[in-house]
């Protein structure tokens, strides 16, 4: 059985010097994954323990509560099987949360293991639960994608969803190995630059309005699918150019034209998603009715600070509708100081 070696299963404080060296799933291991239907989403972000302990001197570390609260939530189906072997890291490390890394058969697994997740808070050195932590971030994110499978998004706004999985990981501590679960979700590898490493003073005006332009369709198409992004901010952003260019490995940003109409963007990190009970009314698909009035990241030059000239700008883009009539057209409020849309009663 793969085993996980965290250097600090008995201490509450990270060690700073083994922190860049960490790695909790090695690289060129395999793990042995059963489908794993989840349960329904727990989109609650209170998860601090309210389990007081006996004494002031009782200490539980981090290990002892994921062997105490174990993941529960789902069902697993032992029938469909696959294994992963690992690549390369993404995004791993102590305190982290989900740790991301690079399959061999090139997709992008999201582990939400609670050993990895930060286990107190700064202040006060409150206690988090951190099994529901991961439990609350692996129902919200599964059940987001599992709910688009059939929208036509993925594989374009967001990335294409390859299931939801669990499996075992042996942990050894003083000499003995213990067996947990842990859940996992498979989705696509965006190959692209996420938007808060591009470095807007090297685009052309043209360039930046065409990816602001997509991201802020992206929003919306992602409400009108069905999903609110919580967290809808340039980390969770990527932009891919199209396939005639190559990204260079490693590059902060790209010497290459985005003004193209095949520039992709696609939205990632669905742990803050919520699937909205109530569909987008039809006459309110249009992005001014989201963003008609402001001026969006322009702290960071993406588009000016001048609040006229952007709505000016987002009004020629969508107020009749865009092209091939994507949304509704609409009518611009005159009176309106922010210059967003009238609303129509039918």
């Known amino acids: 059985m793969p085993q996980v070696f ?56 981090r290990f002892e509560w994921c062997l105490d609260h174990p993941l529960s939530t789902g069902t697993t189906n032992r029938r469909r099987k696959r294994e992963v072997t690992f690549t390369k890291n993404i995004l791993t490390g102590r305190h982290c949360g989900a740790q991301v890394l690079l399959t061999e058969d090139g997709l992008v697994a999201k582990i939400f293991d609670p050993l990895h997740y930060g286990f107190y808070e700064c202040a006060d050195d409150i206690k988090i639960d951190v099994a529901a932590a991961a439990d609350r971030d692996y129902t919200v994110e599964a059940n987001a994608y599992s709910a688009m499978i059939k929208s036509g998004i993925q594989g374009d706004t967001m990335p294409t969803y390859y299931g939801s999985w669990t499996f075992e990981v042996g942990t050894v501590v003083e000499g003995q190995e213990y067996t947990r679960e842990v859940r996992m979700i498979l989705v696509e590898n965006i190959v692209g630059t996420c938007m808060v490493d591009i470095d807007t003073y090297c685009l052309t005006d043209e360039q930046k309005e065409n990816i602001l332009h997509k991201i802020l369709e992206a929003e919306i198409d992602l409400r009108i699918a069905g ?39 696609c939205i990632i990190d669905f742990a803050m998603a919520t699937i909205l009970k109530k569909s987008v009314p039809e006459k309110r698909r249009n992005p001014l009715f989201r963003w008609a009035g402001y001026q969006p990241w322009s702290e960071n030059d993406w588009c000016s600070d001048d609040e006229e000239e952007v709505a000016n700008w987002m009004w020629s883009l969508w107020g009749n509708g865009a092209k091939a009539e994507k949304y509704v057209p609409v009518t611009r409020d005159m009176r309106d100081a922010r210059s967003r849309p009238l609303e129509r009663l039918q």
């Open 6 to 61: 965290p250097p600090d299963l008995n201490s509450s404080s990270s060690a700073s010097s083994e922190e860049n060296d960490f790695d909790p799933y090695p690289i060129g291991q395999t793990f042995a994954l059963k489908q794993q239907i989840s349960g329904p989403a727990c989109p609650d972000l209170d998860c601090i323990s309210t389990v007081e302990p006996k004494s002031k001197s009782e200490f539980v570390s």
């Open 227 to 265: 999903l609110h992004h919580f967290d809808f901010e340039p980390r969770n952003i990527m932009v891919i150019p199209s396939s005639q260019f190559e990204l260079a490995e490693g590059s902060l940003y790209h010497s290459t034209p985005f003004e193209g109409p095949e520039l992709r963007i």
